[in-house]
């Protein structure tokens, strides 16, 4: 018999036999609408699935929630996975082809997005649990067209120019950027450390659920700690906004909480570019002068740390291992980045040494006349 709709308490059930094969289960709602639209849903995937096997069954909220709890999964990849649960729900894995695919990629990121931003949104942890749902036989393993990331080049800013920076910034922003240079801390990663996790005596912060879904210790080089030592308070969040409260969570899904606090730096120490236009031309004001932009975004503080780094040590696989990172080939980006003559200048920004390098190179007097890389 079809199913019907049971009351228990205050709870729908559904109840009844689908060809041959019973269920009784709640509808998880108080609501008979809702009650009903589940039941209609339930009767349509087990009509399904005795037709076509129980793998046409499976929906792709059950085997995206079957996936997060598989394995300990990063907290941004959860939020990836929330995004795209909510817009497929109760649709059948194996109906997901490259047309549903790009539909979620127009109505989570908007066809404007970045390539990375849709890769790194949609299509990667699509296919993490499609191909979860396909090694369980739910359905076929999925194979996704995604668009390819413009080649680029990996924004750093020499010592004197990250100087400029954090002289330019306002004084509650100063030790954050001391820290973006001295830890290679991502935004997120900043804007979430406590107290508790932070070990001035020991020059070391511990970096949790990173990026990569693990923690991380971060040495810390004397100029950092004194900064981070001048802070007036002692518990909860380390950074804190020019009002003294703790920054907005947004569930790291960005790190907009300091880009005005940013900007304002940025233009402080000249670290600007221009607007340009469809043709490549500078976009003009009001006044008739060009429009102009922060040259440098938070996160090119974290390529300037790395970059740093590997110009002291030339040790890729400490690199690798202080920065977190997966795989060698995604620090190799920074074997060749950064002129030997600028090397001594980072002792201006670090300190005199490192706790992972040691001491670092000395500047020599008359170097110190020579202007920032353009």
Same mark, same amino acid.
């Given at each position: ?8 308490? @205050? ?31 339930? $009767? ?17 909220? /059950?085997?995206?929630?079957?996936? *997060?709890?598989? $394995? ?17 729900? !109760? ?11 790009? $539909? ?29 749902? @396909?090694?369980? =036989? ?28 954090? !002289? =330019? ?24 450390? $406590?107290?508790?996790? #932070? ?35 002692? !518990? ?13 969570? /947004? ?20 670290? #600007?570019?221009?607007?340009?236009? !469809? ?49 060698? @080939? ?6 060749? *980045?950064?002129?030997?003559? *600028? ?16 001491? *670092? ?12 890389? @353009?």
């Amino acid at each position: 018999m079809p199913l019907k709709l049971v009351k228990r308490g @205050a709870v729908w059930y559904v109840r009844g036999t689908v060809r041959g094969r019973y269920c009784f289960e709640t509808a998880g709602t108080s609501e008979r609408s809702q009650a009903e639209a589940y039941r209609a849903k339930r $009767e349509a995937q087990l009509y399904e699935a005795s037709i076509f096997g129980e793998r046409a069954a499976i929906s792709f909220g /059950r085997a995206a929630l079957n996936y *997060l709890d598989f $394995e300990t999964r990063s907290e941004r990849t959860k939020d990836y996975v929330a995004q795209l649960i909510a817009h497929f729900g !109760e649709r059948i894995v194996g109906a997901i082809d490259q047309a549903a695919a790009d $539909e979620a990629v127009e109505s989570i990121t908007g066809l404007d997005a970045a390539a990375s931003t849709k890769v790194r949104i949609v299509y990667t942890p699509l296919t993490a649990i499609l191909t979860h749902a @396909a090694k369980r =036989g739910w359905c076929a393993y999925p194979h996704f067209d995604k668009p390819e990331p413009p080649p680029g080049s990996t924004r750093w800013l020499a010592p004197l120019e990250a100087l400029a920076l954090i !002289e =330019g910034a306002a004084p509650h922003l100063r030790p954050m950027l001391s820290f973006f240079f001295g830890a290679g801390a991502r935004v997120a990663e900043a804007l979430d450390l $406590e107290w508790t996790d #932070l070990h001035l005596v020991d020059a070391k912060a511990r970096l949790r659920n990173t990026k990569n879904g693990f923690d991380r210790i971060a040495h810390l080089p004397p100029v950092t700690v004194a900064a981070l030592a001048e802070l007036p308070h002692r !518990e909860g969040k380390v950074f804190r906004r020019d009002d003294g409260e703790s920054y907005a969570d /947004r569930e790291r899904l960005e790190g907009g909480q300091i880009k005005t606090a940013f900007a304002t730096a940025c233009r402080n120490a000249g670290l #600007l570019r221009p607007v340009l236009n !469809e043709k490549g031309e500078p976009m003009l004001g009001d006044d008739g002068e060009p429009l102009l932009i922060p040259s440098v975004t938070p996160h090119d503080c974290r390529h300037t740390w790395a970059t740093w780094f590997y110009g002291v040590t030339k040790d890729l696989l400490l690199l690798k291992d202080e920065g977190g990172w997966r795989t060698l @080939a995604m620090v190799e980006r920074y074997a060749h *980045l950064m002129p030997s003559e *600028l090397v001594p200048q980072i002792g201006r920004v670090w300190g005199p040494s490192h706790p992972r390098i040691g001491p *670092l190179p000395v500047e020599a007097p008359q170097e110190r006349k020579g202007a920032a890389r @353009a």
